[in-house]
């Protein structure tokens, strides 16, 4: 179990940066950074995400039955131990078999009492009540923030693994005493349209994590206010008829706009939280050029509540 590594020690003890790797500047074997593991290069690529063009990053990575050192900083059993012995309350936990737990209906439910302490702090009463509620609700909410915290850094360990596997036999997630499957938790872009069709056929919402490629931040006038979006990238698939396609599109949106500071098009993104899937909508394609007439349209939607809901990751 290891995540993806920026940097590795050739056998002249040189440390080699992606940059050098990529100009096979380096003596064979390969090292980790930070114990003797072996590692291998692996090179950047390009894949196709709907109408997009993702690059894909270079990185180090594991050797095929090398493990990490246990005080490694690239153990992912080591990282995720630190998470649990830094959280609060029961949100992380380690069971009798060994294995630790993330219990998702406690981020849940953190989840939707921080919603509700921010309608009350909106609308607030006298100016004593105001100033009550505001004490309160940022103690309050600090509290549950790092519930949600504590989830989100667990989840970028997984983001820097190269499939569920290597994070799947360590740490379990739970949902009121039901396991869940990491596939039907954390989905990336090739999963969007599996995301979208667990959730409409849900009747529980459980908290997912999704990452992908931001496409775009948009800053939008509704009727409520001013609103910023950020869109991602995402997939198309062919349906039974030949002149219409189906697309998914996952959105994050907030009326605040410091909320997305510092996020931009090309970033990784990952966020988490209870994601919203409508019902499915045609819009008619106005490229005279194609031979598409129609899609489908499948919108994720999620509305954060935290900072701690969002983190950048790289790719």
Known sequence: MASKMPVAIDSTRRKITISMAECS???????????????????????????????????????????????????????????????????????????????????????????????????????????????????????????????????????????????????????????LPWKDFYYEDKDYFRCYSNIRKATVTVPIAIIGVIKSVRAIDGEKGKFTVINLAGPYRKTDKKDTLDSVYVSIWSPDVGLFEGYKAGDVLLSFGIFDAAKVTEKPNNSSTSSVRKFRNHDLRLWPISKSQLCKVSG
Request: aromatic share 8%; hydrophobic share 30%; proline share 1%.
């Open 25 to 179: 500047d380096y003596e064979s074997p390969l090292e980790c950074e930070f114990c003797d593991a072996k590692v291998s290069f692996v090179n950047g690529f390009t894949r196709e995400v709907g109408d997009n063009i993702i690059s894909v990053n270079p990185y180090f990575r594991l050797k095929t039955s090398n493990t990490h050192g246990s005080e490694c900083k690239y153990n992912v059993e080591g990282q995720v131990k630190v998470i649990v012995r830094e959280s609060e309350g029961n949100v992380l936990t380690q069971t009798e078999s060994g294995k630790f737990e993330l219990r998702l209906l406690a981020v849940k439910k953190a989840i939707q009492k921080l919603q509700d302490l921010a309608n009350k702090k909106k609308n607030g009463g006298s100016d004593d009540q105001k100033e009550i509620k505001e004490k309160g609700y940022i103690k309050s909410g600090q509290k549950l923030g790092s519930y949600i915290n504590s989830a989100l850094r667990v989840l970028k360990v997984r983001s820097f693994c190269e499939e569920n596997a290597d994070i799947e036999n360590l740490l379990e997630l739970v949902f009121d005493g039901v396991r």
